[in-house]
């Protein structure tokens, strides 16, 4: 098949509306995707959805291509038949990955699936909570809850669908929990004495949320759930101090802490989870995209039951328990980006990446609300239309990128980015933003 042709093949059978390019899976290497559709390379600052954590074709991949591809013969029922590679993959996984402070492990496919058996363990440890305290059990008080927070994304599954509300359109005419949403008090940036003062209002604001949500039906809060940068709903960043209140309120009103790192893990912010920035220690983390495979980890909380989800048989269960090639891929990429110092790599370049779009911001008044961490990085359209335009156009110009929100731009690339492609993606970032400012001018 022509590469021309792929996208009208697929339409015949599928909703084929993704982005007018055509990977060749040969020729795409490092932060560049090779477009066989127009024959070019495009810098990708998009990474598959921040999945892909040492970019395209990495040579330590590349050499595994026979091991890999024997493993991939077979899709093993990981749940109840065990291997040497899925054993050493996971010891590889707890090593490079694991924080000291969550014991459990549990792997699955798909980040809101990760997402999912958090909400699940964190359920049934309130149960078991309450029946301790001789509060009324499942069959006299089944809805206990989950609180989340105002434009969150924790996945499109059964219960996450009660967590997201970002674009109605992935929710809409869903049946879903009234479960308790609280503010989220993210920052504007840049933090002036404005809104300093403003977020010390927003983030008492939330917290009292919370406390009356608890007040309101006690010991029903089974765990309140957070992004620590919100992804999907615009790169929205809280204040670490913030994060550390909303942790011990949680505790104080008997729920399990969960911090979805399905986007902000590995790495991605120049610390191997989001949440080491802010010195939080959840009871429950869900992980996945860059990982490779999917699931979550769980804390000492949990072992108040004996018989919780992570050792009792069965509670939690999925055919596959993830998926074998991908547990090896992602041990692979860990071993990479511990050798090859990539953490670190993310944390640099991710300053590079902010000082230079702080300079563009100074230029042109279209870019604001320049925010990130490590790699995790965004900036603001002065519209949605506007938005969506200098996403075109800088693709045309041969840099992928991601939408965020109702008007930003975010940046996902692969943690193995190198200064020259910060620096070229920043000079068409410039180009863009001039373009845009001579077509308004005209």
């Known amino acids: 098949m022509r590469p021309d042709e792929v996208h009208s093949s697929l339409s015949r059978n599928i909703l084929a509306d993704g982005f007018e390019l055509v990977v060749d899976l040969d020729r795409s290497h490092g932060c560049r995707i090779h477009d066989s559709r127009r024959d070019r390379e495009i810098l990708d600052m998009f990474s598959c959805f921040a999945t892909m954590p040492i970019g395209w074709n990495h040579p330590r991949l590349v050499e595994q291509e026979v091991r890999l591809g024997r493993i991939a013969v077979n899709n093993i029922t990981n749940s109840d038949l065990y291997s040497v590679e899925m054993a050493e993959a996971i010891e590889t996984i707890g090593r490079l990955a694991k924080p000291d402070h969550l014991p459990h492990m549990f792997f699955i496919a798909g980040g809101a699936l990760g997402v999912e058996n958090c909400l699940k363990a964190a359920m049934d440890w309130k149960q078991q909570d309450r029946t301790r305290k001789g509060l009324p059990g499942d069959d006299d008080h089944p809805h206990v809850s989950i609180a989340h927070f105002e434009e969150a994304f924790h996945g499109r599954s059964g219960y996450t669908l009660s967590l997201t ?22 920052i504007h940036f840049p933090i002036d004495e404005t809104e300093s003062a403003r977020l010390d209002e927003v983030e008492a604001q939330s917290l009292e949320q919370l406390r009356q949500a608890a007040e309101a039906d006690p010991d029903s809060i089974a765990g309140v759930i957070v992004e620590p940068i919100q992804g999907e709903g615009g790169d929205n960043h809280f204040r670490d101090s913030y994060l550390r209140d909303l942790q011990r309120m949680t505790h104080d009103i008997g729920a399990l802490f969960i911090v979805d790192e399905v986007q902000t893990g590995m790495g991605l912010t120049g610390k191997m989870w989001s949440h080491e920035h802010m010195g939080l220690e959840p009871d429950l983390l869900a992980f996945g995209k860059k990982m490779q495979i999917c699931g979550m980890m769980g804390g000492p909380r949990l072992d108040e039951n004996t018989d919780n989800v992570f050792t009792s048989s069965s509670r939690i269960n999925s055919t596959w328990g993830g998926n074998l090639i991908d547990m090896v891929r992602g041990a692979i990429c860990l071993e990479v980006i511990h050798e090859e110092n990539l953490v670190d790599n993310a944390g640099r370049m991710g300053e590079e990446m902010l000082a230079g779009l702080g300079e563009l911001a100074g230029r042109h008044e279209m870019i604001s609300n320049v925010r990130g961490r490590g790699l995790f990085v965004a900036f603001t359209l002065p519209s949605r239309q506007l938005r969506d335009t200098f996403h075109a156009n800088a693709l045309e110009a041969g840099l992928l990128t991601l939408k965020s929100g109702p008007e930003s731009i975010r940046l996902r690339p692969s943690l193995n980015i190198s200064a020259d492609e910060v620096a070229e993606a920043l000079e068409i970032f410039e180009q863009t933003a001039k373009a845009l400012e001579a077509d308004q001018v005209a």
Do not use: A, L
């Not at 970002?166 to 879903?176: A, E, N, Q, S, Y």
């Open 165 to 186: 509300n970002t674009d109605p359109i992935k929710t809409d005419r869903f049946v879903k929990f009234d479960w308790p949403r609280i503010t989220n008090p993210t």
